[in-house]
């Protein structure tokens, strides 16, 4: 029998729920600070160029603000009472974190295979 009266809602989550969450949360806010540390050195990164860094800036940084705002919007639809409701937040959380690793490997896949036979 599960011990389901320790919890406020008088649910628990699942151990792999919450580990999956927890490393949604991290890589999402280091993929955000990433994002928002690119968007901010930029125009340090390209002084010697002539075009305009604000589009390439005003990019990154929405970038992070998106990330941010449906990390936010996660932790708000996971905090219902209701078990629909719970599972949408539950699977906009896994969303976020396939996509945030399929960003990653695809970087280090262009890295290895235009960069490094350059």
Known sequence: MR???????GRRMPVT??????????LTCVSAMVLAGIGLLMP???????????PWTAGFLTGAVILLGSLALSFVVL????????RIGLLLS?????????????????GVV?????
Do not use: C, H
């Open 94 to 110: 896994l969303l976020r974190l396939g996509l945030i690793v399929f960003a990653a490997v695809g970087y280090v896949m262009y």
């Open 79 to 86: 905090r219902s009472d209701k078990d629909g409701t719970r």
């Open 17 to 26: 729920w919450t580990v999956a969450l927890s490393l949604d949360f991290v």
């Open 3 to 9: 011990n389901q009266a320790s919890s406020p809602a």
């Open 44 to 54: 340090a990164f390209t002084e010697d160029y002539d075009g305009s860094t604000a």
């Open 114 to 118: 235009v960069v490094e036979s350059s």
